[in-house]
């Protein structure tokens, strides 16, 4: 079962624009991670928040944990046109090893 | 190889047969997952090893699907009977494990697109 709800399911921007995802979960968790995905195949690993955490960036990534409103958001920053993909959140709860996805977020950063 | 390997890439089969799924894990890495993602959904949670062992097998829909890694790397997903609900995009992936148990990055390999006509 779905574990993670993204909002929106998809986003359109124009390239230079800053882009917005939100994550929301049920379960207590450990931690929360992010990936992108192409084409639906290969899902590359973005980012990784613990639940002690409560921002952390990469790069043109920041990532924001809310603990107690279990949320979280990725913010893309100046976004390029190769950004465009679809963006999953993943929570592994405090007990357990899988990860349970979210439907994920369609962004499409027109040129 | 640098990452996760999955083959084959792409299969189809006919209801009713049997399929083999294989993932080679980045080298090193102890602990082993297995999701599958249909169309326009997130991936989910199949079986999880930790070296030879299934640590959680709960994800696994029915008994006609099932999973081996004898010797701690390479693993096996096995669906008999296949069913045209079974058509899915299977991704493998693997972590560090150990100490770390699942607390760690997973790496996913490119995953197998099962197509059951």
């Known amino acids: 079962s779905q574990q993670g709800e993204e909002d929106p399911q998809a986003l359109s921007i124009q390239e230079g624009e800053n882009a917005t995802m939100n994550c929301s979960y049920k379960?207590?968790?450990?931690?929360l991670q992010w990936y992108r995905q192409n084409s639906g195949r290969g899902l590359v690993h973005l980012i990784l928040?613990?639940?002690?955490?409560r921002e952390k960036h990469s790069g043109r990534l920041r990532v924001t944990l809310d603990t107690s409103k279990k949320s979280s958001s990725l913010l893309i920053t100046a976004s390029r046109a190769a950004d465009t993909a679809s963006y999953f959140c993943?929570?592994?709860?405090?007990?357990?090893?899988?990860?349970?996805f979210g439907e994920g977020t369609q962004l499409t950063v027109n040129p | 190889g640098a990452g996760v390997s999955q083959t084959p890439s792409n299969k189809v089969t006919e209801k009713g047969k049997y399929v083999e799924l294989r993932c080679d894990p980045i080298?090193?890495?102890?602990?082993l997952y297995w999701y599958r993602q249909s169309l326009g959904q997130g991936p989910e949670f199949l079986i999880y090893?930790?070296?030879?062992?299934?640590?959680?097998d709960s994800g696994l829909p029915n008994d006609r699907f099932f999973a081996v890694r004898p010797e701690g790397s390479v693993s096996t997903l096995k669906i008999q009977r296949t069913e045209r609900g079974d058509s899915a995009v299977y991704l493998c992936?693997?972590?560090?494990?150990?100490?770390?148990?699942?607390?760690?990055?997973?790496?996913f390999g490119p995953g197998t697109r099962l197509t059951v006509l």
């Open positions: 993943a929570t592994r709860e405090t007990s357990g090893s899988r990860l349970t």
């Open positions: 928040i613990r639940s002690n955490e």
């Open positions: 080298s090193g890495h102890t602990a």
């Open positions: 090893f930790q070296g030879t062992g299934a640590a959680d």
């Open positions: 379960t207590s968790i450990n931690n």
């Open positions: 992936a693997s972590s560090l494990g150990g100490l770390a148990g699942g607390q760690d990055e997973q790496f």
